[in-house]
């Protein structure tokens, strides 16, 4: 019987930003130059917009020590879109944080997007970039074959919500299970308790992370933002358990098979 050779694969994980990253290259090639490029990438984002580290670009910008236009282009550049992220959202994504400047809901996705674009300008065209469980995926994971990515259940441990297959797409969940409730709603100033988790579907996952979180401070009402939100869709879990998807998920979706017995 004829043997399938393995698809070319180059993995490599990074513990960077308080979290774990991996780029998953599928193409055949020589990666170890832009692996090293893409992770220097990380751990300078790190070091410009933490804001546990005193010395952090971010942090002297929210002590007034910097003005903005004496700030890196890529800080304006965040910013930026921080500001119309804002705006999409109604105010539900905000930049600060307990009173300081913190744009941690919009640099992770920004930095994973911008480390998919190095490996493309590198010559990759598959490849899946993770971070925390966020994805900026390119391509497929083999010829004919899609990503496939399971949602987590986050009120049923060990569960799965649904499986995506998708080709040049991101996905971000933003939710309770694991930190808690991290996300407070900025219009009331308390911690968003509505929903257990809510996943967001798009192409960059600059936008579709932060969303993920504006969704998330939103509760309930998110559901008709994100049904409006072009080129978005949604998944969203209750912490009662309820699932709610957005109109033009289940062409992205494929249901888990139930588990035998």
Same mark, same amino acid.
């Given at each position: 019987m004829e043997?399938?050779a393995?698809?070319?694969?180059?993995?490599?994980?990074?513990?960077?930003?308080?979290?774990?990253?991996?780029?998953?290259?599928?193409?055949?090639?020589?990666?170890r130059p832009?692996?090293?490029?893409?992770v220097?990438?990380l751990?300078?984002?790190?070091?410009?917009f933490?804001?546990y580290?005193e010395?952090? +670009?971010?942090?002297?910008?929210?002590r007034?020590?910097?003005e903005?236009?004496? !700030?890196?282009?890529? @800080?304006?550049?965040?910013?930026?879109?921080c500001?119309?992220?804002g705006?999409?959202s109604?105010?539900?994504f905000?930049?600060?944080?307990?009173?300081?400047?913190?744009?941690?809901?919009?640099?992770k996705? %920004?930095?994973?997007?911008?480390?998919?674009d190095?490996?493309?300008?590198?010559g990759?065209?598959?490849?899946a970039?993770?971070?925390?469980?966020?994805?900026?995926?390119?391509?497929?994971?083999?010829?004919g074959?899609?990503?496939?990515?399971g949602?987590n259940d986050?009120t049923?441990?060990?569960?799965?919500?649904?499986?995506?297959? +998708?080709r040049?797409?991101a @996905?971000?969940t933003?939710? !309770?299970?694991?930190?808690? $409730?991290?996300?407070?709603?900025?219009? !009331?100033?308390?911690p968003?308790?509505?929903?257990a988790? +809510?996943?967001?579907?798009?192409?960059?996952?600059?936008?579709?992370?932060?969303?993920a979180?504006?969704?998330?401070?939103?509760g309930?009402?998110?559901?008709?933002?994100?049904? $409006?939100?072009?080129?978005?869709?949604?998944i !969203?879990?209750?912490?009662?358990?309820?699932?709610?998807?957005?109109?033009?998920?289940?062409? %992205?979706?494929?249901?888990?098979?139930p588990?035998?017995?």
């Amino acid at each position: 019987m004829e043997q399938t050779a393995p698809h070319p694969r180059a993995v490599h994980v990074e513990h960077c930003m308080g979290t774990v990253f991996s780029i998953d290259i599928r193409d055949p090639g020589v990666w170890r130059p832009a692996v090293a490029e893409a992770v220097a990438l990380l751990h300078h984002v790190d070091a410009t917009f933490s804001t546990y580290r005193e010395d952090s +670009v971010i942090s002297r910008l929210g002590r007034n020590e910097l003005e903005l236009e004496d !700030t890196p282009a890529e @800080v304006q550049e965040a910013l930026a879109l921080c500001s119309g992220i804002g705006s999409d959202s109604g105010g539900f994504f905000s930049v600060t944080a307990a009173g300081r400047l913190d744009p941690s809901g919009l640099v992770k996705g %920004w930095a994973i997007e911008r480390v998919s674009d190095l490996l493309r300008d590198h010559g990759s065209r598959n490849h899946a970039v993770n971070g925390g469980g966020d994805l900026q995926l390119a391509g497929e994971r083999s010829p004919g074959r899609p990503w496939r990515i399971g949602i987590n259940d986050p009120t049923r441990p060990g569960r799965l919500v649904t499986v995506v297959s +998708v080709r040049d797409a991101a @996905v971000a969940t933003s939710g !309770t299970a694991e930190r808690g $409730c991290h996300v407070t709603d900025p219009v !009331t100033g308390r911690p968003a308790t509505e929903l257990a988790s +809510v996943t967001v579907f798009g192409r960059h996952l600059t936008y579709v992370d932060a969303y993920a979180t504006a969704a998330l401070a939103m509760g309930h009402q998110c559901r008709s933002w994100l049904e $409006c939100l072009p080129g978005h869709e949604g998944i !969203t879990v209750s912490a009662d358990g309820t699932r709610w998807e957005s109109g033009g998920m289940p062409a %992205w979706t494929t249901r888990p098979r139930p588990r035998a017995g």
